[in-house]
């Protein structure tokens, strides 16, 4: 059993995979970004395009060669909740890339629109 590349102690399969296929949508804000950082893990670009919400949805979603996303670190959740109808998560994404490792550091925000949680858009650190 693999786990989830979200950093959750789970099987792919039983977390983030459930969300990619469908199965469930995201219940809160950083469960959606642990899903699309697992989605960008896997090179899911359909995925990524559904779960951004369309005013700021780019045409298409290029991924970088030799980038490896290799962890995620949850900083901090604010909102995002079945009560909430905006959210901000705060995160560390580690990569590996051309023989170095390095690190993304994002406030990312998200909304709920047709009744699931998209992301928005966010400020790298």
């Not at 950083?30 to 697992?38: D, G, V």
């Not at 951004?52 to 949850?74: A, N, Q």
């Not at 998560?89 to 550091?105: I, K, L, N, S, Y």
Request: hydrophobic fraction near 30%.
């Amino acid at each position: 059993m693999k786990n989830c590349p979200c950093g959750l102690p789970a099987a792919y399969r039983d977390c983030c995979g459930r969300l990619h296929d469908g199965q469930v949508k995201a219940g809160t804000a950083e469960q959606l970004m642990r899903s699309r950082y697992s989605a960008y893990a896997k090179r899911l670009a359909a995925y990524l395009r559904e779960t951004w919400h369309p005013s700021t949805r780019p045409e298409r979603i290029d991924f970088e060669r030799g980038l490896e996303w290799t962890g995620l670190t949850i900083e901090r959740a604010e909102g995002g909740s079945p009560f909430h109808t905006e959210g901000t998560v705060e995160f560390r994404a580690r990569f590996h890339q051309r023989g170095a490792e390095g690190e993304m550091h994002e406030i990312s925000r998200f909304t709920r629109y047709d009744g699931a949680w998209v992301y928005v858009d966010g400020k790298v650190e």
